[in-house]
């Protein structure tokens, strides 16, 4: 009876907290159920959400990438270079941003596997790195329609439409110009990891490396090959994560996304206690961001000040870890 | 000696339903080396558990030196007298720790021992340890660096320090060669002489026969036989252990087809013999030597995992020079690798996705797995080779030792081979599923080559049809298993110099 109850709990005690904090912030705060405030809250986890999700695959094949912050703003600033100071139309910034991504998963891939680095340190030197690279096109501005360039020249490019469509546009859903395309994306990109790491061999045989490497190795499995594979998605998906940031903000602020790295590492890691998985999942970790996303959104509409928001997530964090790896391994231990 | 080290009354244990320990009564002398046999699943982990403290009894009780003991946990179990060497060597040591200052652990650990490390006086002390406990290492060595039988060492010599009423060892050589392991009994003839009372689990008769002041065996849950008249009746003791009389194997010799795998002047390494050798269609050959004979290379060679220095390897008359394991693998040859918990399970996954890992591609529709395929391939081999599972959705960790090696071995008969390289096929794996996979294997052998790399001639003698002796990389005897000349075996395993035996065509 114990033992059934502990197994219920681990399964659905993340899934029935997340309802009964919507119930609870739906009656307490006037506003919060409502579409318009849920497309609220999908808007503001989407970006880390892409984030998470790219990290989710890192952590599949038993890795980390510290990079996907830098690798994500990198992406903001090269995507308003390239439109605003080369002039580019939106296809090539759009491209541009992806394959600086899977360059960036590539190198991390290679230090990890080729170098033998391990991966927080490769990632966290690549993070170092990045966050310089992307401040010396510009010595350290950030770059907007109108600046003035070192060689004393006019920046006159601008970011097309259709670059800032990818940020600002809003599907009519329910209600008029409700949906915001990012969150389109993040639900997209959410549903194809998804079906990659759960329904694919590919996906599989990654999950097999995380759990055992050398056993993996040891059937077959082109390990080195799938490694990389894990560190270039989420490469390019930090990579969208900076493209949809830019087209939303319309510049390329040199000081934007400095919680990206931390918010969607610990939307990953939520996502481990999300039916009671133990393990790195995109269905957790999407829940995982959403959860977040959900608990400060309550929070703001009742008058909670917004310094109080990173204590709230680390808080988060932490519980959602406790329950992960101390009540899993008690219920493993209990199993024999 | 009047009190008894240890003495266990009527010890109860169930999980649920299931009566894992249905009153237990065992007693442990001083001096003494108790074996414990028993096939997987009847209760030996669950009442070392109990006794080292890890699990409650549900019932029943135990006196230790004529104390009631009824350990809270493990470290109470220590500060008792009571101290486990594990099976995984790993958990008693520190790898990155030297030699001296893993043998001092524990005196670091004691709240006396002060702030500072006296470097001077923990080698000196480390080096008395080793000296008492005949360890012949390098103190300064990183423990990492050392063999396993030497890790080993440094393990019980840690348990050792706390000066225990009680040794208990769990499966102490399932690791080690035989010369190692000859290393481990000499250790473990000099605590008996110091008065320990030692209870030894194990499956392998010959560390057993070597050993043994008593054996007791159990099953179901309970002591089905207790033998300490010499000489002890081992083969009463398995007949205990198995429910039914111990029957040598019978192997149908088959001499096999056509020859698949060809060896040609194929040196291990730079300097080595050259070695040549045929398998043929249906043929079982058993490749056995010590460690550091050579086998492990030669199936690392095969396997695509290392080159050989000079020499061929030809597959159905075509040379075969696999590039990585991937490369093997689709050349149609595959091996079950030697310690499965490092080198096979995929401890998160469950039973069909263990055993379908190398073949998912075949199993999937483009990319995406067909779980419904992956389960019933997984449930045919389930049937086949007897697997006790409830589900093949149940996790790994939920089955036996033997049965997780079933697991292991199915993997590879999911599609045919061209060569199968079973590595150490039986380690720790209990003699009723030793005996399951033996036949499997035996039955399924036609339209391959089969190799099977072994420490053990009993293992050998049981599944072979031809038997190959490895020695410093060299092939130095071949024996058909038909009325096998066993000194002459044990002769070319030991390397004495080579016998009449040699190769037969």
Not at chain 1, 22 to 43: D, K, R
Not at chain 1, 157 to 170: E, I, M, P
Not at chain 2, 37 to 48: C, I, W
Not at chain 2, 487 to 505: D, F, H, K, R
Request: some cysteine.
């Amino acid at each position: 009876m114990n033992d059934r109850f502990l197994d219920f709990a681990i399964r659905y005690g993340f899934l029935i907290l997340l309802f009964g904090l919507i119930v609870y912030f739906s009656l307490a705060a006037p506003g919060f159920f409502g579409p318009l405030s849920a497309a609220f809250v999908l808007q503001s986890v989407a970006i880390t959400g892409i984030l998470a999700l790219g990290v989710t695959c890192t952590l599949v094949v038993g890795g980390f990438d510290l990079s996907i912050g830098a690798v994500a703003t990198s992406a903001l600033m090269l995507s308003a270079y390239s439109m605003v100071i080369l002039e580019h139309p939106t296809v090539v910034a759009v491209f541009l941003c992806l394959g600086m991504g899977a360059l960036v998963g590539l190198i991390n891939g290679l230090l990890i596997v080729k170098f033998r680095v391990p991966d927080l340190l490769a990632t966290l030197g690549m993070m170092f790195l990045l966050i310089g690279l992307q401040r010396i096109p510009t010595q350290g501005n950030s770059i907007a329609t109108g600046m003035t360039l070192t060689d004393g020249t006019v920046a006159e490019g601008t970011f097309s439409a259709a670059f800032l469509w990818l940020g600002r546009h809003r599907f009519d859903v329910v209600i008029d110009r409700l949906l915001p395309m990012p969150v389109v994306i993040f639900i997209g990109i959410a549903v194809l990891i998804w079906l990659f790491l759960g329904f694919t061999r590919h996906g599989r045989l990654m999950y097999a490396i995380g759990s055992n490497e050398r056993a993996a190795a040891l059937v077959g499995t082109p390990v080195n090959r799938y490694k990389i594979a894990a560190y270039m998605i989420s490469g390019v998906t930090a990579s969208i994560g900076g493209i949809l940031l830019a087209a939303r903000l319309g510049r390329g602020d040199i000081a934007s996304g400095n919680n990206l790295l931390l918010d969607s590492v610990a939307a990953a890691l939520i996502g481990f206690a999300v039916l009671g998985a133990a393990r790195p999942n995109a269905f957790g970790t999407a829940i995982g961001a959403l959860f977040v996303g959900i608990l400060l959104q309550g929070m703001t509409m009742m008058n909670a000040p917004y310094y109080t928001q990173d204590f709230v997530k680390g808080a988060v964090l932490v519980a959602a870890l406790v329950f992960t790896f101390y009540l899993s391994s008690r219920r493993s231990g209990a199993g024999h | 000696m009047s009190v008894d080290a240890l003495k266990v009354n009527g010890l109860q244990k169930s999980f649920g339903k299931n009566h894992v320990l249905r009153g237990i009564d065992v007693t442990l002398e001083p001096g003494s080396v108790t074996v414990l046999m028993g096939a997987n699943g009847a209760g030996k982990s669950t009442l070392v558990k109990v006794i080292c403290g890890h699990q409650r009894a549900d019932g029943g009780s135990m006196t230790l030196a004529g104390h009631p003991f009824d350990p809270a946990n493990a470290a109470d179990a220590i500060r008792q007298g009571v101290v486990t060497v594990h099976q995984s060597i790993d958990d008693g040591v520190i790898p990155d720790l030297d030699v001296a200052n893993n043998l001092m652990l524990d005196r670091l650990v004691e709240r006396s021992h002060g702030l500072f490390v006296r470097e001077r006086h923990l080698r000196a002390a480390a080096a008395k340890v080793a000296a008492e406990m005949g360890i012949d290492v390098n103190l300064r060595a990183r423990v990492s660096d050392l063999s396993v039988a030497d890790r080993q060492m440094i393990a019980i010599a840690r348990a050792m320090a706390r000066a225990p009423k009680v040794l208990i060892l769990d499966e102490p050589t399932s690791s080690l060669s035989a010369t190692e392991a000859d290393r481990l009994f000499a250790l473990i003839d000099r605590l008996r002489d110091q008065g320990v009372a030692i209870l030894y689990i194990s499956h392998r008769m010959s560390d057993i026969r070597r050993i043994a002041d008593r054996i007791i065996v159990m099953r179901d849950g309970a002591i089905s036989g207790t033998f300490d008249t010499a000489p002890l009746d081992y083969e009463a003791a398995v007949t205990a252990m198995l429910g039914h009389r111990m029957t040598d194997v019978d192997v149908a010799v088959q001499s096999g087809s056509g020859p698949v795998l060809e060896l040609s002047d194929l040196r291990l390494t730079q300097g080595a013999a050259p070695i040549n050798l045929e398998a043929r269609d249906g043929e079982v050959v058993a490749l056995v030597g010590l460690l550091g004979s050579g086998k492990s290379r030669l199936a690392e060679i095969l396997y695509g995992m290392a080159r050989p220095a000079s020499g061929t390897v030809r597959i159905n008359g075509e040379n075969y020079a696999p590039s990585s394991v991937e490369d093997a693998v689709a050349q149609g040859v595959f091996m079950s690798p030697k310690d499965r918990g490092t080198n096979a399970v995929i401890a998160a996954f469950d039973i069909a996705d263990n055993m379908t890992l190398p073949f998912l591609k075949s199993l999937s529709v483009g990319s995406l797995l067909s779980a419904a395929r992956q389960k019933t391939r997984a449930q045919e081999m389930v049937g086949q080779l007897g697997i006790v599972c409830q589900s093949v959705s149940d996790g790994i960790g939920t089955l036996s030792g033997g049965n997780q090696q079933k697991v292991m071995i199915a993997r590879w008969l999911l599609e045919p081979a061209q060569v199968l390289l079973l590595d150490e096929p039986f380690q720790g794996v209990d003699i009723g599923a030793r005996r399951d996979i033996g036949r499997h294997i035996r039955a399924t052998a036609t339209g391959r080559a089969t190799l099977v790399f072994l420490a053990e001639i009993d293992e050998a003698l049981e599944i072979a049809d031809r038997i190959v002796v490895m020695n410093e990389g060299a092939i130095v005897g071949e024996h058909k298993n038909q009325n096998v000349d066993l000194a002459a075996l044990v002769a070319n395993i030991s390397g004495a110099q080579s016998t009449a035996t040699g190769p037969q065509p």
